[in-house]
Every structure is written in C-alpha cells, then in structure tokens.
C-alpha cells in the first residue's frame, strides 16, 4: 500500500516525516492542544517503546501524529493518533492513517478509538471489539477485603520480569516482553503469590495528572482488587486512573468505591487478525487483563 507523503489541506501544505526526528516539545505541544493529559516524559517513553510518523506544516509546526507499538513480528497496536483541531474537518486523521497502514506491513492491528475517531477507523476495515472505561478521579481509601485464600501479597522485583511477561501473554494473547520490562522500570508493582508463585500482578506508574495503575492481570475479580488496593491506598487523595474493559463485577465495583468513576470511554477495535480482547476468556479460568497498560499500548 502507498500513501501520499505530503498533501494540501485547506490552506496548509504538510509532510509526513519520522516521529523520532521531532522535537518532543513540538509532539508534548500538540497533545496538550487537543486535552491529552500525556506529560513530556511520557511522550519520551512511547518514543523509545515505538514508531511512529508526524506531519509539520510548511513553517514546522507539527499538526499531525500517530505511534504504533510492535508486539512480535505480526501485531502492533496503534495509538497517539492525534490531528490539530483546526485541520480535524479536512481529512488530516485519514491522511495520517494511511501513512501508517503504509508502514506497518502485514500486522493486525488494534488500536482504542476515541468516539470521534470511531468512524474513521471504521470505514478504514477496523472492527470493533469491547469498550474501555476510563476510570480517574482523587483516590479514596476503599473499603478493606479479605485477602483470597491462600494468597499473599508482596512486591514486584525485577527478577519477577519473566513470570510476569508469561501471565500478561496469557492474558494479552501476543508477547509484550520488552514493553513490559520497560513498564517495570518506571513502576511500582504488586503480586498476589500462591505456594510462592506468583498468580496475579498490578504495576503503577506516574503519568498524566497523576499516576495510572496498569496492567493488571488475574484470574479473578478478587484477586484483581487485592493487587490493586495497595495502589489506591499509597495515592489516597492524589489523581488516579485507571483503564478496564470490565463493565459490571466486583472489580469495576471496586474501581468506582476507590473515586475513580467512569470519566470516558473508548472502543477497543482491530484490523486483520482479531485481537484477543474480540474474544476475551471468562473470568476464573485463565488471566485476564483487569487494567489497560495504557490506552496506546492495551
């Protein structure tokens, strides 16, 4: 597939180039123009975990990007699809996506669509999946719970690297070792252990207004809130998100117990192989991803 490398919208000649050679001012700038809460450090990890493309205008400005996140040799997640508000009328996101579909290959896809861009990524073949609920707001202390039976907590090191990666492929349905060693250096991190193995995990890290607790993989709603209150509980009265396809239960009961409603949603969608979220297992049989790593990343 070939995509036009520069293109003439309304009044602005663009040229899509390399992501890695632009300013992160520039990049932190244009998410803060559209009310994305990213911090520069935030964009500096994304750079480092994944590609990407941006479009600058004749002056370089930059009024257009997008990232993709390559998981193994054939899936990637797209995210930080994000176009200049005075240009979202003139075709710049379809321009954008097209770039990226250019580049990306033979992988499948997924990627989480805001409600504004649902319809673009629809009529580019993605499919839609599950919701997200974003989940945020000032933590509160939340009600105590009973540890599972048999269970107990500690926290993560990092030579729990490679049980972790295992669980969250399980859980995930594609290999994310280098993201996740990446997410465990800027985390803070809970397991849940039974007979000394580790069944359940949550990491926290700080991003946006505050920090984000994810990924969070389990087997059950119980064990998802154990590895989870000792986040909410160590960030009472600060700013906390959280991400989840879980819709009713226990665990998104919990979420909203910990002043962490339901701010906004997005859709989960894929293009090519359908992504295992399509198809989630029930919960109590194998590891489910409780909490989103983050929206760009799934």
Not at 54 to 76: H, K, S, Y
Not at 146 to 154: F, S, V
Not at 212 to 226: N, S
């Amino acid at each position: 597939m070939k995509a036009a490398e520069s293109i003439r919208l309304s009044s602005f000649e663009l040229k899509v180039g390399d992501i890695a050679n632009v300013e992160l001012e520039k990049l932190h700038g244009l998410s803060i123009s559209v009310g994305w809460p990213h911090r520069a450090e935030d964009w500096q990890m994304l750079l480092e975990i994944g590609e990407g493309i941006a479009a600058q205008d004749e002056i370089g400005r930059v009024v257009a990007t997008a990232m993709w996140f390559p998981l193994g040799a054939n899936f990637a997640t797209v995210g930080m699809v994000i176009t200049s508000p005075r240009l979202q009328a003139h075709g710049a996101g379809r321009w954008i996506m097209n770039n990226v579909l250019a580049r990306v290959g033979s992988r499948s896809l997924g990627l989480n669509a805001t409600r504004a861009a649902r319809r673009l990524y629809l009529s580019l073949g993605f499919a839609p999946a599950r919701l997200v609920y974003q989940c945020q707001g000032d933590a509160v202390m939340p009600a105590s719970a009973l540890l599972p039976a048999g269970a107990t907590l500690r926290n993560i090191e990092h030579s729990d690297l490679a049980r972790l990666v295992a669980l969250d492929r399980s859980a995930y349905g594609t290999d994310r070792s280098a993201l996740m060693a990446r997410l465990l250096d800027v985390s803070k991190g809970v397991a849940l252990l039974r007979e000394g193995r580790i069944q359940a995990f949550a990491l926290c890290r700080p991003f946006g207004r505050g920090h984000v607790v994810g990924p969070v993989v389990a087997a059950t709603d119980d064990d998802a809130i154990a590895v989870t209150g000792p986040h909410v509980a160590e960030h009472v009265g600060q700013f906390l998100r959280l991400d989840t396809r879980q819709e009713t239960g226990p665990f998104p009961e919990f979420v909203a117990r910990s002043g962490l409603p339901v701010y906004d949603t997005v859709t989960s969608m894929w293009l090519g192989r359908p992504w295992a979220v399509a198809s989630e297992q029930d919960t109590g049989m194998l590891p489910v991803t409780y909490a989103l790593a983050s929206q760009a990343f799934g």
